[in-house]
């Protein structure tokens, strides 16, 4: 009987060996770019982002758009995930001095015309519950700058069927006065420093005293701390950074008042 002899193949990988390193790179190289950020995006898209939100080139939305389409992204992915994550990777960038206030600003506008760009293939949405289109009003306090979060929070309302404005840092009293006027059935206040929540509270107070019945008012934005000691302190109703979660809360108790 005759046996293959192996010894040879086993003891010479010849031209293969040097493919190995090559191969272990690769892998690497695709694990990395697979690589999913706490929040559920994908890093390398991430970096897609930010790294064209920042560049000396111009920016062009449409294709930017067709770039992200091309990643087999929803719009709703990238309203509700990648454009918010670009702009936190931006204010950290700014954050350790790797960005100048200029450069953060003009990737922070850029990721708001992409956002104007995505919210225009929305579907909007029935409101959760309810058959009445419900009104919103997002309201970024004084002194307060992530006015791109405001904007993504109005679009996250409008594909849930709600009719959403937005008050960039106006007085409480202009904002009581106006929420006096147009009788939103929700308020939705973004807060990205607990200094801001005092100007909140009076804003709240306002509108607590001259408007009835009383808009449902919610806390969110990136601010950081007791969340049930801030709600409180603000005299808002719930704290969430899900705009779903203020709208059901407005359906269930428009519902519970005999008015939906």
Same mark, same amino acid.
């Given at each position: ?11 010479? $990988?010849? $031209? ?5 390193? !090559? ?14 950020? $706490? ?11 930010? /790294? ?7 920016? %062009? ?36 001095? #790797?960005? %100048? ?22 579907? *909007?949405?029935?409101?959760? %519950? ?15 700058? *992530? !006015? !791109?979060?405001?904007? &993504? &929070?109005?679009?996250? !309302? ?19 006065? /106006?929420?006096?006027? #147009? ?28 408007? *009835? ?17 801030? /709600?409180? +302190?603000?005299? =808002? ?5 899900? =705009? +779903? ?8 108790? +428009? ?6």
């Amino acid at each position: 009987m005759t046996h293959d002899d192996t010894r040879g193949t086993m003891m010479n $990988p010849g $031209p293969y060996r040097d493919l190995e390193p !090559l191969a272990s790179k690769v892998i690497m190289m695709l694990s990395e770019r697979q690589a999913v950020t $706490p929040a559920g995006a994908r890093q390398v898209i991430v970096d897609y982002l930010v /790294r064209t939100a920042l560049a000396k080139r111009g920016f %062009d939305p449409v294709q930017v758009m067709h770039e992200l389409r091309g990643h087999r992204l929803t719009v709703d992915a990238v309203i509700d995930v990648y454009i918010p994550q670009s702009a936190v990777c931006l204010g950290e960038m700014w954050m350790e001095s #790797d960005i %100048d206030f200029a450069e953060v600003t003009i990737g922070s506008l850029r990721l708001q015309s992409l956002l104007i760009e995505a919210s225009v293939e929305v579907d *909007h949405r029935p409101s959760v %519950d309810t058959d009445d289109v419900m009104h919103a009003l997002v309201v970024v306090p004084e002194a307060e700058q *992530h !006015l !791109l979060g405001a904007n &993504v &929070v109005a679009a996250q !309302l409008r594909r849930l069927g709600c009719e959403a404005a937005v008050s960039i840092c106006e007085t409480p009293k202009t904002v009581a006065a /106006r929420v006096t006027c #147009d009788q939103p059935d929700m308020v939705l206040f973004t807060c990205a420093r607990s200094a801001a929540l005092d100007s909140i509270a009076r804003t709240v107070q306002k509108i607590r005293e001259n408007t *009835h019945p009383t808009p449902v008012i919610a806390l969110g934005g990136p601010v950081r701390g007791d969340l049930d000691g801030m /709600r409180e +302190k603000a005299g =808002a109703d719930l704290m969430t950074n899900t =705009a +779903k979660d203020v709208v059901s809360f407005c359906a269930k108790r +428009k519902k519970a008042l005999g008015q939906g």
